[in-house]
């Protein structure tokens, strides 16, 4: 608004100062403040920082234990590093018994398979050595085969006796009399082909000509 004066050459008009702004009610960038708080007790403050510390320490032994380096800065919290770390650990376990398992029964298998060639070899090494015949033979089921070739020579010896009471013990070196086929050839050639059967038949048949021509 203007005021009008009277002045040396006449009337003038001399504008009105402008008027100051109005203060606002809550000056800018200075929100209002939020009633205020009430703050947690201390004994409550307390209590909640010793458990933090409890479980930090916690966590810091079992990391220890596992290799574990914790990263405090990743998004995995302690919890789920040691996590990750039980988890590759219960693995690598599983992994390694399957592994043991598997070669535990090789062994095995290994050791019958061992166990059971040495038998069948020292039954047939019983069976030429003491002219025994497989009916002979299935009376030394379940032998160990150290000890077969013992029991072998006394069944045969019982065999013997029992087949020529009273007659002298044949000599195996005695061939067959009469100009018969050469039986001794005749084992040696089925000797050398691996024909057990054939062997044992052969001897048995050359003993029986020992006792029948005495």
């Known amino acids: 608004m203007s005021t009008e004066i009277v002045g040396e050459h006449g009337p003038e008009v001399v504008p009105a100062e402008p008027a100051a702004p109005a203060a606002p009610a809550t000056p800018p960038g200075d929100p209002a403040k939020s009633p205020e708080q009430p703050s947690a007790k201390p004994e409550i403050i307390a209590e909640r920082d010793r458990e933090r510390e409890k ?20 998004k995995e919290s302690h919890f789920e590093q040691i996590s990750a770390r039980l ?7 599983d992994a390694q018994l399957t592994e043991q398992q598997r070669l535990e029964k090789e062994r095995d298998e290994a050791r019958e398979t061992a166990a ?9 090494k019983a069976a030429i050595d003491h002219s ?3 009916e002979d033979l299935e009376l030394l089921e379940g ?12 069944l045969s ?10 007659t002298p013990k044949p000599d195996p ?28 038949s052969l001897q048995n048949q050359k003993l029986t000509n020992q006792v029948t021509n005495q």
């Open 55 to 74: 479980r930090q320490q916690l966590e810091s032994m079992l990391a220890q234990s596992l290799g574990v380096e914790l990263n405090t800065g990743g």
């Open 87 to 93: 988890t590759k650990l219960k693995e690598f376990e």
């Open 116 to 124: 059971t060639t040495a038998r069948q070899a020292a039954l047939y």
């Open 132 to 134: 025994l015949g497989a």
């Open 143 to 154: 032998v160990p085969a150290d000890q077969i070739d013992a029991r072998a020579k006394r």
């Open 157 to 166: 010896e019982r065999l013997a006796a029992s087949r020529a009471p009273g």
């Open 173 to 200: 070196t005695q061939g067959p009399r009469g100009g018969g086929i050469d039986i001794d050839a005749q084992i040696a050639e089925a000797q050398k082909a691996g024909d057990f059967r054939k062997v044992i």
